[in-house]
């Protein structure tokens, strides 16, 4: 090892240990975090909804949406694809209220239903389709009652389940399996090694046990997707240590061998298919064809209410005094937008994902791993898309950020090739034959080059 990387081991080991000796450092910034995100939820309810002069400096709700939407919300996907899942451990105030409330509770054993593994599929598909039609990200009602109604719920199952634990973040937050999977290719994690772990206790010292609130059995721990990067277990037994590892190398040879069915769902139709569309269906042409398609049946059927009932706005997006309100057709095109994305993204990448496995000679064996290959361009696909909210808002304000779109069509090509080398070194694992490993990335790289593609046109044109 060269001194350089000895010294950025060191270095990075350190950090490690420094959030051992932190942690009442660390309580106080999750309860300012609690205090500004409470706040950030909860003011913007009791004020008016903020005209075209207000702006994100004069208008508490107007910071509060940016605050939200356009920077946390991206650059913690940022983040956890940089440097791992800091924001779990470190800063989410809900998982944070979460483990608070579990301290207190009654400490029950977790239901087996609750350890379902669709849990966090479910849980985001709902989120993000109920809050594209609340329109969460320009309103401050649903946002309070989305945001602050899982937090709530968060801290429902803390006080009853587990002792001291993170029983919501493991099993039930809407971003748990998405920020589980992007983290796979930071390349930062808490290594353990086995053979330190297994020395007897006294060559390693006193031991005082770890509370592992994400209830990881560290000992096993490989790749720490689940990890929270909370950094308690950081020296314990002396097995235990923050760790550079080469970016992605989890997916090809760490978890990614054993990835499920689930983590596939989330990647292909919900990721590459859903995210998109629901983030841009208001610009979409296709939204407009079937809205149009939708209206004229309406009118030639004579039904009339689809077209002008209003709903409550915790249903559908309901604000005569903005302008904006989302009649029964509009929602429902949304949905069936979203359905023809994710059914599109499916047949386009799980038909390129299927024919690899079979070309690695695998049948269906490699399907769930080569489709982590795609992590790095859902990941880019969804900061880049979550990005259109920073910069829509900062827009609104007069603040132009140049070269934003070129920045990230190239993010999302970028991306895409990382994707496509990654499955590369996949095929490697499987096959020795060079026409083979040729044949299998290409066929990844088919759709993953169209849906780059895609956005970049959306981006630039
Ligand atoms: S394994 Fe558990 S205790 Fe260790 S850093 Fe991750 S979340 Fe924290």
């Known amino acids: 090892m060269t001194p350089t990387k000895a010294r950025a081991k060191t270095l990075v080991a350190g ?19 609690i205090a500004l995100y409470i706040a950030l939820l909860v003011l913007p309810l009791f004020l008016p909804l903020p005209t075209s002069q207000d702006f994100i400096w004069n208008n508490v709700t107007r910071f509060a949406q940016f605050v939200f939407w356009g920077i946390w919300w991206p650059f913690v996907i940022l983040g956890t694809a940089l440097i791992g899942r800091f924001w779990c451990g470190l800063l989410c ?24 593994s ?17 329109s969460i990200y320009q309103y401050p009602k649903p946002a309070a009652l989305l945001l602050g109604g899982s937090t709530l719920v968060a801290m429902v199952v803390g006080a009853r389940y587990g002792k001291a634990k993170r029983v919501w973040c493991r099993f039930l937050c809407p971003v748990s399996g998405v920020f589980g999977l992007i983290s796979k290719i930071a390349p930062l994690h808490f290594k353990v090694e086995p053979e330190v772990w297994r020395r007897p206790l006294t060559q390693v010292g006193a031991i005082a046990a770890v509370n592992c609130a994400p209830l990881i059995p560290i000992k096993t721990m490989q790749g720490g997707s689940a990890c929270h990067m909370c ?36 990647i292909v139709p919900v990721l590459l298919g859903l995210v998109p569309a629901a983030l841009h269906w208001s610009s979409s042409g296709l939204f407009q064809s079937i809205r149009q398609w939708l209206v004229e049946l309406c009118v030639s059927s004579h039904w009339i209410w689809p077209l002008s009932v209003r709903l409550p706005w915790w249903v559908l997006t ?17 949905l069936a937008l979203i359905a023809v994305s994710s059914v599109l993204a499916s047949c386009m990448f799980m038909v390129a994902l299927v024919a690899c496995s079979f070309v690695l000679r695998k049948h269906l064996g490699a399907v769930h791993h080569i489709a982590q290959a795609l992590i790095p361009v859902a990941a880019a696909s969804l900061f880049c898309g979550l990005l259109s909210l920073t910069i829509t808002q900062l827009r609104c304000d007069g603040i132009d950020l140049p070269f934003i779109d070129r920045c ?21 694992l499987y096959t020795a034959s060079i026409q083979r490993r040729a044949l299998a990335t290409t066929l990844v790289s088919i759709p993953t080059i169209a849906f780059s593609w895609g956005w970049l046109v959306v981006f630039l044109f």
């Open 15 to 33: 950090v490690g240990d420094l959030l051992v000796r932190q942690q009442a450092l660390i309580r106080r910034l999750q309860w300012t975090t």
């Open 93 to 116: 105030p809900e998982g944070a209220l979460s483990e608070f409330a579990s301290e207190r509770g009654s400490g029950r054993a977790i239901p087996s239903w609750m350890k379902w």
């Open 118 to 134: 669709g849990w966090p599929v479910v849980s985001f598909i709902s989120t993000t389709v109920y809050g594209q039609l609340t």
């Open 231 to 266: 950094g308690r277990c950081s020296g314990h037994r002396g097995a235990i240590r923050l760790a550079w590892r080469r970016p992605a190398s989890d997916i090809v040879y760490g978890s990614g061998r054993a990835a499920t069915r689930w983590e596939t769902f989330l």
């Open 318 to 334: 309901n604000y005569p005094s903005a302008s904006d309100v989302m009649t029964v057709v509009d929602g429902l095109s949304l």
């Open 408 to 428: 990230r069509g190239m993010i999302v090509l970028l991306a895409g090739a990382w994707s496509v080398m990654i499955a590369n070194r996949i095929s490697a």
